[in-house]
């Protein structure tokens, strides 16, 4: 870090006294103020010198500073004004006026293949975000910080290290992410936010059709930053932030009243289970209140042989709080601009370093983006872009549910009976024992934290590239011809060292291991794009392009490990113990295409447009030729409808597209044992499983074949280095075809009061399928599985974006606001032959496809819960427990600004939806849970401590509900019957209850009370306060006589407020688990972050 800044300096350094000779250089200014029809102050007009292609822009008072000579015309600009023009004469104070143009709408958005068009033009769902917007006050992803931004787009964030977001757009997973045009595969890391000029949203297919099958599901475009052509000469930007990231949002509400152990008993012997009842190895936290008797424990002394008690106490209260720390996020970057008459260069580096808030842990990335173009004569450019990144860690976290995550060892399954700041705890070794065996209280399924953290350690680097060369040849102002090749690759090494005693699930020698896990991926992308704009007779305009793209990918990975170790903590292939375990999977791919766009305007009344794209792939059974059409049409209505003086632009919009989707994935998980068993789809799960068995399978991006309808050999995990192959047991129909979706879209955007206030609104409907579908056939023929089209769902929805200004300019204060609002849900279409009533055991037709199913309580028709005669409760499973998608996500973001200081916050969540909470499932069961020691459960579990053993003490907890007290002739009680499909009591009338009186052991009793999915069910309606920024923007006439142009600092924080009412699952952040999602897992969650900001330009 030290050597960077040093480095920093010293660039800065180089920079002053190459521009100082023409700041001591004695120049005349121009000044002035310019303002709107009401005299009120007009910030960020750009203000030209049309001869010289140079310029400035109005502060926040509206005021400008330029160096102009007598007789040059200085133009002034701003979205929604009519641009005006003066000529310089012998004044030097020159204040203008601008008038509002109510006819114009947001000018221009990015389209697909990078190309610009008017939005009054365009007839689809497009909304765009600034990327300046998401660096000051940013999130260390930079497509996190889209979370509320965007109408239909919803992101689930990850709080640990390489954690990606989960992005849906209108329900469904993104899975195109284009640069400048070009898609590339991407963790969403390689990518700079400091480069990043705007984030568009193509929402839904017809927008982003002309990318074929992997735009299916809409697409996320990124313009880069590609230096300013108004400012000539050279410019330096500059933007350092630091982040502190402390305390999760939701936190596990474990107790510190009872300890580990089985029935209130609990005793160390040797941490396996060698105890009586083995209460010492793989236990619950149903042991002894802690009350300072002696017990034996991990660490107790042992005297002649034997092992004495020491006090049981709560030594280790917080246990989970006190082993975390406070992360930091540090971001600096650097961006150099050289602009000339016929060149422009930007060179920019960033840096970022994360410390986790898990001790140990950490992530480095470092980017350097170069961007050129070159205009030798007035028909012809060049231009080129690369983009280097490379992140690198040698140990990050593996937080999935399992022995190697920290919540799973600290606050499920350990009690407070051991202190994780102990000396000996810290130490991570037993004595004399280094490197062979750990020092905790259980060796059979948990684990020392620093053990996990420091080293049973996982590394990860990462290289990745892409960048473009191109030029385009204009003919014309109304032709020209584009020619570009992109490349984008990566390599990733990721690496595991397994320490001796460690014992995850599967891998119980405590022998250690060691693996890697290498991926290599080529992807190149070369296109040929005639653009033609021509008007005819002033009514109709034809705009649009014809062209091709050529796709070659490659991409080639291996997964190497050791069976154990033979020499503890020599982590290489050479030092297993048994003949290692390898694997390794190649791909390649092509694909052919050609396209072409059509935009019609009439005049000014409307625009029809329509692509067209056909792909000839090799991703499917035989080389396939497959097209995507789309059409959609946009009317201005206030051009040429005279409308209310309040409403002062109009617009509808329709669209209709289909594409296909062939057989590829859009992720790949590490090479496995046997070959591809997953039957993708171009958005499906991850190709491959986790070969290892525990912890979290890393998928990175791929979209290439899954090779799923080509008939293959499997191959088995080699035993004695043998590996044996077995045919597969499916067959694909004859006439078997790519996957549709069909794509309707319907809306509008209005302005009003001179475009201060503006809606848009859009509703959509997707016709998913036939799908290829596998269809279950009599194992009389040899196989078990028919593939073939089938299946066919429909998504539905709505969203509205609000966005304007209520005060403007008001005494300098201004009020901007944006709120959005969505809503989508699936339903099931059409289902396979005969599965009517029957699909998965229960779907329907019109059933909505996010059913959570699970099991549920039987109760009497007054809502009581049925006991069975234990006094326990009675349950049945497949029930409809709700839906898994909120009703609707919402956001509403203010920016206040009055003069140089501005504030701006945003609010944001969801309404509706359940999910199941399988941490509090798991603590409730095992005895962690802060409500099974207080209370009527707590009081009974100290019972059931001070009375264990006592003879006729059969526990003194009674369960709420009733039991069914008649009897039937045989003198037991009357059977219930059930309908397997609804859960009904068939036989209700025939059964008699009464309250229930049974006595239970408070372990018994919660261990099956809480094995019931309805009693760990969250409502997924929470608000959470995003981000606060305090921005200052120096005044320009700070800095006139300064060499810098803009400084500008800002205070922020994210996730500062979570707001969930039901505190019984506040160990969950529902923020993480968007879209259709049955039950949550141990993922950390998001914390608190502060941070400062500091941007300077010269």
């Known amino acids: 870090m030290n050597k960077f800044y040093q480095r920093l300096k010293t660039v800065i350094t180089v920079l002053l006294f190459c521009i100082a000779p023409s700041i001591l250089l004695a120049q005349s200014k121009i000044s002035g103020t310019v303002t709107d029809e009401n005299h009120l102050p007009v910030p960020g007009v750009s203000v030209r010198i049309k001869e010289q292609n140079k310029g400035t822009v109005t ?43 109510s006819k114009t709408l947001n000018e221009v958005v990015v389209t697909a293949l990078g190309v610009k068009k008017e939005t ?25 910080g889209l979370i509320g931004k965007v109408a239909g787009v919803s992101v689930g964030p990850s709080a640990e290290l390489l954690g990606n977001p989960n992005v849906l757009i209108r329900g469904n997973q993104v899975s195109l992410y284009v640069v400048d045009g070009f898609p590339i595969n991407t963790d969403t890391y390689n990518i700079s936010p400091d480069d990043i000029e705007t984030y568009t949203v193509l929402k839904g297919p017809a927008a982003a059709a002309l990318y074929g099958s992997r735009a299916q599901y809409g697409a996320i475009l990124i313009t880069t930053k590609k230096g300013d052509k108004n400012k000539k000469g050279l410019t330096v930007d500059i933007n350092s932030s630091t982040v502190l990231n402390s305390g999760f949002l939701a936190f596990p509400r474990t107790q510190n009243t009872f300890g580990p152990g089985e029935n209130t008993f609990y005793e160390f012997v040797d941490g396996k289970g060698g105890a009586p009842g083995g209460v010492d190895g793989d236990y619950d936290v149903w042991g002894p209140y802690f009350n300072g008797q002696l017990i034996p424990q991990y660490d107790s002394p042992i005297v002649n042989g034997v092992r004495q008690g020491t006090p049981w106490i709560a030594r280790g209260k917080n246990n989970l709080k006190n082993f975390l720390k ?25 840096q970022q370093h994360q410390t986790s808030y898990i001790p140990s842990q950490y992530l480095n990335i470092a980017n350097a983006n170069l961007y050129a173009s070159f205009t030798p004569t007035p028909k012809l450019t060049f231009e080129g872009n690369i983009d280097f990144n490379r992140q690198s860690t040698d140990n990050f976290p593996d937080v999935q549910y399992g022995p190697n995550s920290i919540i799973y060892n600290i606050s499920i399954w350990t009690g407070a009976d051991w202190d994780v700041n102990a000396p000996d705890i810290k130490a991570i070794w037993q004595p004399g024992k280094t490197g062979v065996q750990s020092q905790f209280e259980e060796y059979q399924r948990y684990h020392n934290p620093y053990l996990l953290t420091q080293k049973w350690t996982r590394g990860h680097y990462k290289n990745d590239t892409y960048g473009y060369l191109g030029g385009t040849y204009k003919f014309n102002d109304n032709l020209n011809l584009r020619l570009r090749s992109q490349i984008d690759t990566y390599n990733i090494l990721r690496t595991e060292d397994l320490p001796f005693s460690a014992h995850p699930y599967g891998r119980e020698g405590n022998q250690g291991d060691y693996r890697e896990d290498r991926r290599d991926l080529f992807d190149n992308n070369t296109e040929l794009i005639l653009n033609y704009n021509y008007t005819i007779k002033n009514f109709l305009n034809l705009s649009g392009l014809v062209g091709s793209n050529l796709r070659t990918m490659s991409y080639n990975s291996s997964w190497v490990s050791t069976d154990y170790l033979n020499v503890p903590e020599v982590y290489a292939f050479s030092n297993s113990k048994n003949p290692i375990q390898a694997t390794s999977f190649q791909s390649s791919e092509r694909v052919f295409s050609y396209y072409a766009s059509l935009d019609a305007s009439f005049g000014k009344y409307a625009t029809l447009s329509a692509t067209y794209r056909s792909d000839h792939t090799s991703a499917f059974q035989v080389p396939t030729t497959y097209t995507y059409p789309s059409v959609s049409v946009a009317t201005v209505v206030s051009d040429y409808i005279p409308l209310p003086s309040v409403i002062s632009f109009l617009k509808l919009r329709g669209s209709y597209a289909n594409v296909k989707a062939d ?35 890393y998928t990175s991006p791929y979209n290439g074949p899954d090779y799923s309808l080509n008939t293959s050999f499997q191959t088995s995990k080699p035993y004695n280095s043998q590996t044996a192959g077995y045919a597969t047991d499916y067959l694909y129909a004859n006439n078997i075809k790519t996957s549709t979706r069909v794509n309707y879209e319907e809306g509008f955007d209005i302005k009003f009061l001179q475009n201060r206030l503006g809606f848009s609104a ?105 006991n069975d005669a234990a006094g326990k409760p009675l349950s049945v499973g497949g029930q409809v427990l709700g839906h898994e998608n909120a009703n609707y996500n919402w956001s509403i973001a203010n920016k206040i600004r009055y003069k140089n200081f501005s504030m701006g916050f945003q609010f944001d969540g969801a309404v509706g939806g359940v999910i199941i909470d399988y941490m509090h499932n798991k603590t409730m069961r095992g005895g962690a849970n802060i409500e099974t020691a207080t209370g009527a459960l707590g009081d009974a579990r100290y019972q059931d401590w001070k009375n264990f053993g006592v003879a006729g003490y059969n526990g003194t907890y009674v369960g709420p509900g009733v039991y069914v007290s008649n009897v039937g002739s045989d003198g ?53 306060l995003r981000e606060v920024t305090f921005s200052y923007d120096f005044p320009k006439a700070w800095l006139q006589k300064s060499f810098i142009q803009k400084i500008s600092a800002s205070l922020y924080g994210r996730n500062l407020l979570y707001f969930y009412k039901d505190k019984r699952f506040k160990d969950v952040d529902l923020d993480q688990y968007n879209g259709a999602q049955a039950q949550t897992v141990l993922q950390s969650p998001t914390v608190r972050s502060y941070g400062f900001n500091l941007n300077l330009s010269f």
Not at 664 to 682: D, E, L, Q, V
Not at 766 to 782: E, L, N, Q, V
Not at 978 to 1003: C, E, P, R
Not at 1014 to 1024: A, Q, Y
Request: glycine letters at 10%; aromatic letters at 10%.
């Open 59 to 101: 502060d926040i008072e509206g005021r400008y500073i330029i160096t102009a000579s007598q007789g040059q015309t200085l133009s002034f600009s701003f979205i929604g004004y009519t641009t005006q023009s003066v000529v310089v004469a012998d004044k030097l104070i020159i204040n203008v006026s601008l008038t509002g143009d």
């Open 120 to 144: 009054r033009r365009v007839g689809y769902a497009t909304q765009t975000v600034q990327g300046d917007a998401l660096t000051t006050a940013r999130d260390p992803n930079p497509i996190a």
């Open 326 to 350: 406070v992360g930091s996020q540090t971001n600096n970057n650097v961006a150099l601009g050289v602009v000339g008459d016929n060149y422009t260069t930007r060179f920019s580096v960033s």
């Open 663 to 697: 057989a590829s994935s859009s992720t790949i998980g590490p090479a496995p044992f046997s070959s591809i068993t997953a039957f993708g789809g171009s958005t499906g799960a991850s190709l491959f499983n986790n070969p290892l068995g525990y912890g979290s399978t």
């Open 762 to 866: 859009s509703a959509f409907q997707y016709i998913d399928g036939p799908r290829i579908f596998p269809s279950a056939i009599s194992t009389a023929s040899g196989y078990t599985t028919l593939y073939l089209n089938a299946l066919k769902t429909k998504r539905s929805g709505y969203e509205g974006s609000l966005e304007g200004t209520p005060v403007k300019n008001l005494g300098g204060f201004t009020w901007n606001i944006l709120v959005n609002v969505a809503n989508n849900k699936e339903v099931f279409k059409e289902l396979p032959p005969g599965q009517n009533g029957t699909y998965l055991g229960y779907y329907s037709v019109g059933d909505r496809t996010d059913i959570l199913r699970g099991s549920k309580f039987l109760r009497t028709k007054d809502g009581q819960i049925i």
């Open 972 to 1024: 037991k009680p009357v059977p219930i019957n059930l309908d397997s499909k609804t859960g009904a009591i068939l036989n209700y009338s025939a059964l008699q209850f009464s309250n229930n009186k049974q006595k239970a052991f408070v372990q018994d009793y919660v261990s099956k009370y809480y094995n019931v999915d309805e009693s760990n069910l969250m409502d997924k309606t929470f608000t959470k």
